[in-house]
Every structure is written in C-alpha cells, then in structure tokens.
Nanobody, 115 residues
Framework: QMQLVESGGGLVQPGGSLRLSCAASTSLFTIYTVGWYRQAPGKQRELVASITSTAVTNYSDSVKGRFTISRENAKSTVYLQMNSLKPEDTAEYYC?????????WGQGTQVTVSS
C-alpha cells in the first residue's frame, strides 16, 4: 500500500504561479507513472500532466507551455509547477500513481485562481 500526499494549493491571482507537490510514502514510487489530475465543480476529472519512471512527460493542450511536471526520486516526490494561471485552472488537483494495474490516489489539494 502506498500513500500519496498533495500540498501546495491555495488562492492565487490570474497570471500567478503555484507549485504542487505529491509526496509518496515509499521509494517504490520511483517506478510508477505519476499523473496530476484536476476536477472542477460539475466537470469530469481530467488528466493535466504525467511523468513516467524514465521522466517522459505529457501535457494536456490546456496547460502545455504553462505547467511543468517533474520528479525528484530521492524524495519520492513529483511536482507540478503551474505558471500563468488562469481562472479556468481553478479545481481540486489530485495526484495519481500507476504501475501494472496498481493505482493510488492522493486526497487532493484545492487551487483557486481569482482576483
């Protein structure tokens, strides 16, 4: 069993930045593909960015060029650097780790972009 803990959410003005962190309870985290998802009220949960165990990254079109996902294996942590934030980025952000049918979710962290 692996626990994931997200942090770094908060209230930010449009154009601002935040860095989310997803910390895992085990070093096995390094073999997992990790994704950041978000869910806004009344909308489906969507994949924002992902990073494989070999650091191959992928982004949704809505965040490409503004968000950067990275991982620090020594700390069993994945980050999501979010720049040029827009009101439409407002959502609960979740971390997911996946490996060969095993999947784990964090509890989420709220990001609100508002003036």
């Amino acid at each position: 069993q692996m626990q994931l803990v997200e942090s770094g959410g908060g209230l930010v003005q449009p154009g601002g930045s935040l860095r989310l962190s997803c910390a895992a309870s085990t070093s096995l985290f390094t073999i997992y593909t990790v994704g950041w998802y978000r869910q806004a009220p009344g909308k489906q949960r969507e994949l924002v960015a992902s990073i494989t165990s070999t650091a191959v990254t992928n982004y949704s079109d809505s965040v490409k060029g503004r968000f950067t996902i990275s991982r620090e294996n020594a700390k069993s942590t994945v980050y999501l650097q979010m720049n040029s934030l827009k009101p439409e980025d407002t959502a609960e952000y979740y971390c997911n780790a996946y490996y060969r049918g095993y999947t784990y979710w964090g509890q989420g962290t709220q990001v609100t972009v508002s003036s």
